[in-house]
Protein backbone atom coordinates (compact mmCIF):
# COMPACT_ATOMS: atom_id res chain seq x y z
CA UNK A 1 0.00 0.00 0.00
CA UNK A 2 1.21 3.41 -1.09
CA UNK A 3 1.59 5.66 1.72
CA UNK A 4 3.26 9.55 1.75
CA UNK A 5 2.72 10.97 5.38
CA UNK A 6 3.78 14.71 5.67
CA UNK A 7 4.53 16.02 8.91
CA UNK A 8 5.89 19.06 10.28
CA UNK A 9 3.74 21.55 10.16
CA UNK A 10 2.37 24.16 12.65
CA UNK A 11 2.43 27.79 13.46
CA UNK A 12 4.85 29.93 12.85
CA UNK A 13 5.94 33.59 12.97
CA UNK A 14 6.80 36.08 9.99
CA UNK A 15 10.04 35.00 9.48
CA UNK A 16 10.04 31.73 11.55
CA UNK A 17 11.71 28.40 9.86
CA UNK A 18 9.82 24.84 9.57
CA UNK A 19 11.22 21.74 8.00
CA UNK A 20 8.38 19.59 6.44
CA UNK A 21 8.70 15.87 5.89
CA UNK A 22 7.68 13.23 3.91
CA UNK A 23 8.02 9.29 4.59
CA UNK A 24 7.13 7.44 2.10
CA UNK A 25 6.25 3.16 1.93
CA UNK A 26 5.20 1.06 -0.88
CA UNK A 27 6.86 1.98 -3.38
CA UNK A 28 10.38 2.05 -4.66
CA UNK A 29 11.12 5.63 -3.50
CA UNK A 30 14.24 5.85 -5.17
CA UNK A 31 12.73 5.84 -8.92
CA UNK A 32 10.49 8.99 -8.21
CA UNK A 33 10.47 12.58 -8.75
CA UNK A 34 9.47 14.11 -5.25
CA UNK A 35 7.79 17.41 -5.16
CA UNK A 36 6.24 19.95 -2.39
CA UNK A 37 2.80 21.25 -3.37
CA UNK A 38 0.65 23.79 -2.03
CA UNK A 39 -2.76 24.93 -1.47
CA UNK A 40 -4.20 27.91 0.19
CA UNK A 41 -7.60 28.74 0.91
CA UNK A 42 -9.88 29.81 -2.31
CA UNK A 43 -6.91 29.05 -4.37
CA UNK A 44 -5.68 26.37 -6.67
CA UNK A 45 -3.07 23.62 -5.33
CA UNK A 46 0.67 25.03 -6.79
CA UNK A 47 4.04 23.85 -7.42
CA UNK A 48 6.29 24.11 -4.48
CA UNK A 49 10.04 22.46 -5.56
CA UNK A 50 10.43 19.32 -6.66
CA UNK A 51 13.73 17.16 -6.97
CA UNK A 52 14.66 14.56 -8.87
CA UNK A 53 15.44 11.27 -8.57
CA UNK A 54 19.21 11.53 -7.02
CA UNK A 55 18.61 14.55 -6.49
CA UNK A 56 20.66 16.40 -9.31
CA UNK A 57 17.69 18.49 -10.30
CA UNK A 58 16.01 21.01 -8.44
CA UNK A 59 13.05 23.11 -9.16
CA UNK A 60 11.47 25.86 -7.10
CA UNK A 61 8.48 28.57 -7.87
CA UNK A 62 9.60 31.64 -8.35
CA UNK A 63 7.64 33.19 -4.65
CA UNK A 64 9.87 30.49 -2.82
CA UNK A 65 13.64 30.47 -4.08
CA UNK A 66 16.05 31.56 -1.81
CA UNK A 67 13.80 30.75 1.02
CA UNK A 68 13.02 26.99 0.62
CA UNK A 69 15.15 24.18 0.01
CA UNK A 70 14.04 21.26 -1.27
CA UNK A 71 16.10 17.41 -0.59
CA UNK A 72 15.58 14.06 -0.36
CA UNK A 73 17.16 10.98 1.24
CA UNK A 74 16.80 7.93 -0.48
CA UNK A 75 18.13 5.45 2.05
CA UNK A 76 14.82 6.24 4.52
CA UNK A 77 12.67 6.87 1.56
CA UNK A 78 12.03 11.05 2.81
CA UNK A 79 12.16 13.89 1.47
CA UNK A 80 11.84 17.05 3.03
CA UNK A 81 11.42 21.41 2.83
CA UNK A 82 13.11 23.49 4.49
CA UNK A 83 11.16 26.88 4.83
CA UNK A 84 12.82 29.78 5.85
CA UNK A 85 12.24 33.40 6.23
CA UNK A 86 8.69 32.42 6.07
CA UNK A 87 5.67 35.24 4.99
CA UNK A 88 2.04 35.07 5.69
CA UNK A 89 1.42 34.45 1.69
CA UNK A 90 3.03 30.82 2.90
CA UNK A 91 0.19 29.85 4.46
CA UNK A 92 -1.42 26.70 2.84
CA UNK A 93 -1.80 23.12 3.63
CA UNK A 94 1.44 21.33 2.10
CA UNK A 95 1.28 18.26 0.29
CA UNK A 96 3.87 16.04 -1.05
CA UNK A 97 3.81 14.16 -3.81
CA UNK A 98 5.73 11.19 -5.99
CA UNK A 99 6.15 11.17 -9.74
CA UNK A 100 6.95 8.77 -12.22
CA UNK A 101 6.13 9.11 -15.62
CA UNK A 102 2.52 10.11 -16.61
CA UNK A 103 0.54 7.35 -14.77
CA UNK A 104 2.38 7.01 -11.45
CA UNK A 105 1.33 9.39 -9.34
CA UNK A 106 0.82 9.76 -5.57
CA UNK A 107 0.01 12.58 -3.05
CA UNK A 108 0.17 12.78 0.68
CA UNK A 109 -2.75 13.92 3.03
CA UNK A 110 -1.43 17.12 3.61
CA UNK A 111 0.01 19.13 6.47
CA UNK A 112 -1.14 22.93 7.41
CA UNK A 113 1.71 25.41 7.53
CA UNK A 114 0.11 28.64 9.28
CA UNK A 115 2.46 31.61 9.47
CA UNK A 116 1.12 34.18 11.40
CA UNK A 117 2.11 37.02 14.33
Known amino acids: QVQLVESGGGLVQPGGSLRLSCAASGFTFSTYTMGWYRQAPGKERELVATISVFSLDTNYADSVKGRFTISRDNARNTVYLQMNSLKPEDTAVYYC??????????WGQGTQVTVSS
Open 97 to 106: KASRGSRDNY
